[in-house]
């Protein structure tokens, strides 16, 4: 009920007419053998409407031994503003648990410009994307803002399923953030400040956790800007992505997020997740 309430409170947001861009971002987006999908994410990403010299667009390859490298060089010589970023070469045979935080933290550094936004590889982003994130930072005081995101249904029973089940994980999500209990988000859908990342120490404290470079770094962020950490609720801020293709590939994904929730030192967000995910 709890929830319900805070959910029914949610406004849908939506950018002002002659809103002018003026948030500069860095699209971070780690991939490790995405040749297949890779393609269609970034098409989508680079044809946002938003000023193609306010956004740069940084792949990591995080140990690909497919073509996933190659489609973004091929990439490269349309877009200006695309990178690509090897991990293997920063890590320099650096072994870890946690490749996607390091492939994360890498682009960062390189990064140029003050808000980072990342998704997946097998994603794909709206073309308003952007223009939602300048435009809720020009209306709100954010330091960290999740968006949804969404399966698409690709006609089986599991994906029907997954689809339903994801999109009420998504207001429980919204709710939660909108009710002060950050324990939720997706890394396909976020964006939040170059320095307020720094500010918190990066990923420092959980580098040595495989998952969670969204919601413990949420949760890092929450305890440093509890009031500055947002839910951006708008059905063209959506980033859609593929469900798992069997049921246990689908059980396996939910004891992987569940696991998440040992690592929050708030009680409330352990029960959330706990409740949700099993």
Not at 153 to 162: I, L, N, W
Request: aromatic fraction near 12%; charge should be negative.
């Amino acid at each position: 009920m709890l929830y319900r309430y805070w959910l029914l409170r949610l406004l849908t947001f939506t950018v002002r007419e002659n809103t002018t861009p003026k948030h500069t971002f860095s699209i971070i987006i780690p991939a490790r053998n995405e040749a297949e999908n890779i393609g269609k994410c970034l098409r989508s990403v680079l044809e946002q409407q938003y000023p193609s010299h306010f956004f740069e667009v940084i792949v990591v390859d995080d140990h690909s031994t497919d073509t996933t490298a190659d489609v973004v060089r091929a990439l490269q010589k349309q877009y200006s503003q695309l990178r690509l970023i090897q991990l293997a070469d920063a890590l320099q045979g650096e072994v870890l648990n946690a490749y996607k935080k390091k492939a994360i933290a890498v682009a960062i550094e390189q990064s140029t410009n003050d808000y980072i936004v990342t998704t997946d590889a097998d994603c794909t982003v709206p073309p308003q994307w952007l223009q939602h994130f300048d435009a809720w930072l020009q209306q709100h005081n954010a330091v960290f803002v999740a968006a949804p995101v969404a399966y698409e249904h690709t006609g089986s029973v599991v994906s029907a399923f997954q689809c339903l089940d994801f999109l009420s994980l998504q207001g429980i999500t919204a709710a939660a953030v909108s009710a002060g209990v950050h324990s939720m988000c997706n890394g396909a859908n976020l964006m939040y400040s170059k320095a307020a990342f720094y500010k918190v120490g990066g990923f420092a404290g959980i580098d040595n956790i495989a998952s969670g470079d969204d919601m413990l770094l949420m949760y890092k962020m929450q305890q440093q800007y509890p009031q500055q950490v947002h839910y951006l609720y708008s059905s063209e801020a959506v980033v859609h992505t593929q469900p798992m293709p069997t049921w246990g590939d689908f059980y396996n994904q939910r004891i992987r997020w569940a696991s998440k929730a040992s690592h929050f030192s708030d009680k409330r967000i352990f029960w959330v997740l706990v409740l949700v995910y099993c």
